[in-house]
Each structure stands twice: as structure tokens, then as C-alpha cells.
């Protein structure tokens, strides 16, 4: 796969086991406390075979996340796309434990044609995810949550204040 084809995906390296790292993305509406666009995550179900909820985000943009794959400490696979019912594209959030008290954390996201975000560049969307997993670290890490735009603005999810 060429550079150009490839995912939009990031990485980053957390001060924290699998587990702990596990506890901050396992609970219900756990966007609040580490996304920095997120105005508010609230849970529709959140069991064991059915996982869903919905993000806010500061510039108004709200998308429904479904999860198809739920494997502790490992990671998860979800949709996201509009209430509507329209296209989707699919997140994959994995954690591979690299030393007793470090934590790789990276997520891809696998863009659908006419989904949301579909007409976002591949570096914007890079730019969103890095912003994403610095306030994961950030939560972990620190155990205080992050504050809107705390690793910067971004035009399509949430503006500068």
C-alpha cells in the first residue's frame, strides 16, 4: 500500500500498562474525559454484545459509533457515520503493550466513499487522531481530563474558541 493509499492513522506511546490504558476506553461516554473536540459522548447501550453511542463535536457535527469488535485489553473495531443511516467508516482502536508500563496506542480509520469526513484529507484526519490520542495519554497519565481544544483547533470538528 502506498503512503497515498494508506489509512489516516496514528500512534503514540502511553507511561501505562495495556490495562490501565484498557480502563480509560471501556466505560460508557469515555470521550468526554480524553477527546478534545468532543462536547459530549452519550450512550445508547454499552454491554457486552451491544455497543453504541454518539459524538458531539464543538463545531456542531454529530455522529452515531457502532462497535463490531470489543477485545479487552486489545482493542476495537466501530462505524461511525450520521444518524441517518448513511455511509459509514469504520475505526479500528488497537493498544499493544510494549514494556510492563508502556502502552502502544494507534488508531486507523478506514474511510468509505460519500462517508463522513470522506472529504477531509488524509493529513487532516491524522492531525484529528494525533489530538485524540494526546488527551488518552493525557487522561491516563495524569487522571485529569483534557480541555476543548487543548493540542489545538481543527476546522471541521472544532474550531478556535
Known amino acids: 500500500m502506498t503512503g497515498a493509499d494508506r489509512p489516516p492513522c496514528s500512534s503514540i506511546l502511553i507511561g501505562a500498562s495495556v490495562d490501565r490504558v484498557w480502563c480509560e476506553v471501556d466505560r460508557p461516554g469515555h470521550l468526554e474525559r480524553f477527546h478534545p473536540f468532543c462536547e459530549s459522548n452519550p450512550t445508547f447501550a454499552w454491554t457486552d454484545?451491544?455497543?453504541?453511542?454518539?459524538?458531539s463535536y464543538f463545531s456542531g457535527l454529530v455522529l452515531d459509533r457502532?462497535?463490531?469488535s470489543w477485545t479487552p485489553p486489545h482493542g476495537f473495531l466501530l462505524d461511525i457515520g450520521t444518524?441517518?443511516?448513511g455511509p459509514t467508516n469504520s475505526v479500528h482502536w488497537y493498544f499493544v503493550s510494549v514494556a510492563t508500563d508502556t502502552?502502544?496506542?494507534?488508531?486507523?480509520?478506514?474511510?468509505?466513499?460519500?462517508?463522513?469526513a470522506s472529504?477531509?484529507?488524509?493529513?487532516?484526519?491524522?492531525?484529528y487522531l494525533d489530538s485524540v490520542l494526546l488527551g488518552l495519554r493525557h487522561v491516563v497519565e495524569r487522571d485529569e481530563p483534557v480541555t476543548r481544544n487543548q493540542f489545538g483547533s481543527h476546522p471541521m470538528f472544532s474550531p478556535a474558541a
Open 119 to 127: 472529504s477531509a484529507g488524509r493529513e487532516s484526519l491524522e492531525d
Open 103 to 116: 502502552t502502544r496506542a494507534t488508531i486507523a480509520i478506514h474511510r468509505m466513499p460519500g462517508a463522513p
Open 66 to 68: 457502532t462497535f463490531t
Open 49 to 55: 454484545g451491544d455497543r453504541r453511542d454518539r459524538i
Open 83 to 85: 444518524a441517518d443511516g
